[in-house]
């Protein structure tokens, strides 16, 4: 099977209303985003959180910043 790029599988599955497969390619896409970022410089869980939400334009709420890992 060849690669397809995760921008035309995002596509497909909004097209086809796949609202599952749609969140799965954003969150996939989302979590490599945080392992480059954390193999660049390693990261706190808030400030992982910071960087994963200005990559998504989006606030992250503050209950999530002052969660600590509990894994």
Not at 49 to 64: E, K, N, T, W, Y
Request: aromatic share 2%; proline share 7%.
């Amino acid at each position: 099977m060849a690669d397809i790029p995760a921008h035309r599988l995002l596509r497909h599955a909004l097209d086809h209303h796949d609202h599952d497969l749609a969140a799965s390619i954003i969150l996939a896409g989302s979590l490599e985003y945080l392992e480059l970022q954390q193999a660049e410089q390693p990261m706190s869980i808030p400030d992982r959180v910071r960087s994963l939400a200005g990559f998504m334009s989006i606030d992250p709420q503050p209950s999530l910043l002052t969660q600590t890992d509990r894994s």
